[in-house]
Nanobody, 118 residues
């Protein structure tokens, strides 16, 4: 089964940018639809960006135009470029993978903290 490790979180000033990575191992990365979720304190985890195994992307309205999801199957890594970050974006960011061959197979990373503050 695939294992996922997020990295790239940290502290950024309002208006700044971060690039998160989600490195996969242990399985054929190319058969997985990948997603980015986030969970702010006291709130439910929410899905906001998805990239299919074919590279199609979908975004929640609140990140459109500011966040970009991408993947590099050769490196078995998914990315999230986040621009113009605002304090409301502060959360723990999680990546997940769902197998296109068996939708019951879903894996999560451990999360990476993003803090937006001056």
């Amino acid at each position: 089964q695939v294992q996922l490790v997020e990295s790239g979180g940290g502290l950024v000033q309002p208006g700044g940018s971060l690039r998160l990575s989600c490195a996969a191992s242990g399985s054929d990365f190319s058969i997985y639809t990948m997603g980015w979720h986030r969970q702010a304190p006291g709130k439910q985890r929410e899905l906001f960006a998805v990239i299919s195994s074919s590279g199609s992307t979908h975004y929640a309205n609140f990140v459109k135009g500011r966040f970009t999801i991408s993947r590099d199957d050769a490196k078995e890594t998914m990315y999230l470029q986040m621009n113009n970050l605002q304090p409301e974006a502060a959360a723990v960011y999680y990546c997940n993978a769902r197998s296109d061959l068996d939708r019951r197979i879903e894996r999560w990373g451990q999360g990476t903290q993003v803090t937006v503050s001056s």
